[in-house]
């Protein structure tokens, strides 16, 4: 396996380079592919069934090892699973074992198998930490509800009185679910505990980073300690911090190397969808959003779906000519694009558990135009650099017609959105010496000898990006 204690960030112009320049996909290891039917659950439901919040469905590691070639042939460079570890649902929320691989997605073999082989393609891969709570299995917690005050790990957790009881919920919880009870991290041996966890899976198996959930439910100092165990192993390590809101206040170098960027998911609904937001608004909202991320914007992870929101096709309506202006932006802007497993084939659903079904893999089911949107863009950010480096400098916002270019060493692009009713006769200036244009989805060409993009119409529901001829 490769080993990854001096691992060093690779060359580039932002802190960690690498999540500068992926694209990542985010795989829930229960409805992603099942590759071993063997380690399946009493009570496995038919791969397609309609999910249910406790419904298994025996999706596994050896299925996401099964699946990499797909998943690099479209263009992905970095998987994040949700968790792994061992626990009492199918979500895994709920750890039983922080130093165990369930076995009913492989065991630790085959995260082994399926590191190397991310690895070996040049590929990353980071995990969920689940450390604000845990499940009723994790043996601490067990042992305080049998040894209620006398329990040597009563202050791991936050109890009000013993015996420990779920109703009227004696012990804190997360959000209230008496099945994850609260981890009590202002205790030492609580904050060495996990720290312990961190530093085992980064060094044994060689973990890429962490995605760390609800982190804003845990001291800030906590974070600090946290990110100074895993990059003392690894100074490459990606740390993400789930954030819903504003993340500014976790980018100050001393905690995370990105948030989730729900906050911008929200700017692009309202563009897109609710049409709240006018081209000036969005163009307007978006940039102050990049500028509060500081230097770190480049390291956040940019997404327009994930297990916790309706599937984005289903947001949208179904209308994938939506859905192409989101990810056209999506995948042109600061910060590294996640692509939540099956969006990428217009899979349907509402939000948990509705948003969670089975992946989709005949052919026959996809939606071809949702399909090549992701193809052609992902490939667009590899092959540009502008994509991922350049500042977003506003070129055109007129109604809901927003034209912008980034640029960088030579390199730029141009995009023009308009999730609104079609527009004639735009003309966008293109700040640029160059000359011939193409545009990325008609591979129409177009000629600018005086430094002006003339539109004769620009489609209602439409995006367009032009890139250097």
């Not at 601490?140 to 015996?163: C, H, M, N, Q, T």
């Not at 819903?244 to 001393?254: S, V, Y």
């Not at 956040?300 to 289903?314: A, E, F, K």
């Not at 017609?401 to 527009?423: C, H, K, Q």
């Amino acid at each position: 396996m490769r080993d990854l204690r001096q691992a060093r960030e690779s060359a580039g112009p932002f802190p960690l380079s690498w999540v500068a320049d992926a694209v990542f996909y985010q795989v829930f290891p229960d409805r992603f592919a099942n590759g071993n039917p063997n380690n399946d659950p009493p009570g496995t439901l038919p791969w397609g069934d309609v999910p249910t919040r406790e419904a298994f469905f025996g999706g596994d590691l050896e299925g996401v090892v099964e699946h990499l070639d797909y998943l690099q042939d479209l263009g992905i460079t970095a998987l994040y699973l949700n968790p792994v570890f061992a626990a009492g649902t199918n979500h895994r929320y709920d750890t039983w074992d922080y130093f165990s691989v369930d076995p009913i997605l492989g065991g630790m073999e085959a995260l082994e198998r399926l590191v190397i082989e991310v690895h070996r393609r040049g590929m990353r891969v980071i995990l969920d930490g689940v450390f604000n709570h845990c499940g009723e299995g994790f043996e601490p917690f067990v042992d305080l509800v049998e040894k209620g005050a006398d329990s040597a790990y009563r202050d791991w957790f936050i109890a009000r009185s013993f015996p420990i009881q779920r109703s009227p919920l004696t012990y804190m919880t997360c959000s209230g679910a008496p099945y994850l009870p609260k981890l009590n991290t202002a205790n030492s041996a609580v904050r060495e505990y996990i720290l312990k966890v961190a530093r085992h899976w980064t060094v044994e198996i060689g973990i890429d980073g962490w995605r760390l959930d609800v982190p804003y439910k845990i001291p800030r100092d906590f974070w600090a300690e946290f990110r100074e165990a895993v990059k003392s192993i690894n100074p490459s390590a990606y740390i993400v911090g789930e954030v819903w809101r504003e993340p500014a206040i976790w980018l100050r170098g001393d905690t995370f190397d990105g948030t989730t960027n729900y906050r911008l998911r929200e700017l692009l609904l309202d563009y897109c969808a609710a049409e709240i937001l006018d081209a000036e608004d969005f163009a307007f909202e978006t940039q102050q959003l990049v500028a509060s991320c500081g230097p770190l914007a480049a390291n956040m992870l940019n997404l327009v779906g994930s297990h916790d929101t309706p599937r984005i096709l289903t947001r949208l309506g179904g209308d994938a000519a939506r859905l192409r202006i989101a990810l056209t932006f999506l995948m042109t802007i600061p910060g590294a694009p996640l692509v939540f497993y099956g969006d990428e084939v217009g899979m349907l659903g509402d939000n948990d558990p509705d948003c969670r079904r089975p992946m989709l893999w005949s052919p026959e089911d996809w939606h071809p135009h949702v399909l090549d949107s992701h193809r052609r863009l992902i490939t667009l950010r590899r092959e540009h650099q502008a994509c991922r480096y350049g500042q977003i400098e506003s070129l055109v916002t007129f109604n809901g017609v927003y034209a912008y270019r980034r640029a960088w060493n030579g390199d730029e692009i141009i995009v023009v959105l308009n999730p609104r009713e079609s527009l004639a006769d735009l003309e966008v200036p293109t700040h640029s010496g160059r000359i011939e244009w193409q545009e990325l989805y008609s591979d129409a060409g177009l000629s600018t000898p005086d430094g002006v993009l003339r539109l004769p119409i620009v489609p209602a529901r439409s995006a367009q990006v032009f890139v250097p001829r």
